[in-house]
Every structure is written in structure tokens, then in C-alpha cells.
């Protein structure tokens, strides 16, 4: 499963730079595509901007900082997932999916010094973001919930002991 998850994570890369190297190419710098729209309301729209920080902009011309954090999450998410690997799956998966998003972001920040945004939800006054983006907060939903879920699944057996030892 661990090797699954290192491809899960290379082909999810893979797929961001697609996407980001389309983007760069057919939609001009700034350019707006209305893709949903009913009637007056627009609902999701692609849009080619540049980000040198982070979401919102944060960090601005701190480049060093968001490329080492990348780096060290994803030397920590590979030796967390190798020492899982005959764990859960869904761990493995959804921190392949944090790795992803982080190399696909750094790849940017390293060769543009800037991340290629373009997806853009109209409705909510909310940050232009990337595939890389979905991948790493997916990926982070997905483990808290399985942390969750294990602990809670823990604290049953515990508790199945406790009542055992008391009969």
C-alpha cells in the first residue's frame, strides 16, 4: 500500500502540472471563463492568476518559508506513510493526497516563484485556488476524519476491556 500511495501521489502531482501548464497556455493572465452561470449569477468561473504567498496572499515574498514548509511536511508525510503502510488505507491516501498538493504548489514556487490559481467559486468571496489546493485540503479532511474515527474506535475496545475486567 505504500508504494500505491507514493504513485497515488505522483500521478495527482501529475495532474496538477497538466492542469497548470493549460491553464498557463490557453487562458491569459488575468482572463475570466464563466463556466456556471444562471442567469445573472455566476457559480464557478476559471481564472489564470499568479499567488506569491499563500491562500489570501499571506506571506507575500516569503518564498523561502513556503518552500521549505512543502519540503518538510513531505519528508514527514513520506516516513509517517512508510511507517503505516500496513495500516490504514485511508491514512496512506489522504496523506499521498497532502504530499501531492504540496509538490505540485512547490513545483510552481520553485520554476515561477508564484502558484498558478485558476479555479474560482463565485458565490463566496473566497481565494482563487488549484487542483494542488483540493488535493492538500481533501487530504487533510480525510485524515483528521480517520484519526477521529480510529480514536473513537480505540476508546470502544477500551472500554469493551474495562467492562470485561469488571464482570
Known amino acids: 500500500m505504500f508504494a500505491f500511495s507514493l504513485a497515488l501521489a505522483a500521478v495527482l502531482?501529475?495532474?496538477?502540472?497538466?492542469?497548470k501548464f493549460a491553464v498557463n497556455d490557453r487562458i491569459g493572465l488575468g482572463e475570466i471563463i464563466e463556466v456556471i452561470k444562471f442567469?445573472?449569477?455566476k457559480i464557478f468561473s476559471l481564472t489564470h492568476i499568479r499567488n506569491a504567498g499563500a491562500a489570501w496572499s499571506m506571506m507575500?515574498?516569503?518564498t523561502w518559508f513556503l518552500v521549505l514548509l512543502p519540503v518538510a511536511?513531505?519528508?514527514v508525510g513520506i516516513f509517517y506513510m512508510y511507517k503505516i503502510?500496513?495500516?490504514s488505507r485511508l491514512e496512506l491516501i489522504s496523506i499521498a493526497m497532502i504530499i501531492a498538493g504540496g509538490v505540485g504548489n512547490?513545483?510552481?514556487?520553485?520554476?515561477l516563484k508564484e502558484v498558478i490559481d485558476y479555479i474560482r467559486f463565485e458565490?463566496?468571496?473566497f481565494p482563487i485556488f488549484n487542483f494542488a489546493d483540493i488535493c492538500v485540503v481533501i487530504g487533510a479532511f480525510i485524515f483528521c476524519g480517520s484519526m477521529?474515527?480510529?480514536?473513537m474506535k480505540a476508546s470502544g475496545k477500551d472500554k469493551k476491556i474495562k467492562e470485561a475486567e469488571n464482570e
Open 39 to 41: 442567469g445573472d449569477v
Open 85 to 87: 503502510r500496513n495500516e
Open 106 to 111: 512547490l513545483i510552481d514556487r520553485i520554476r
Open 148 to 151: 477521529i474515527f480510529s480514536d
Open 60 to 62: 507575500e515574498g516569503k
Open 123 to 125: 458565490p463566496v468571496d
Open 13 to 19: 502531482t501529475a495532474i496538477d502540472q497538466i492542469i
Open 73 to 75: 511536511v513531505c519528508i
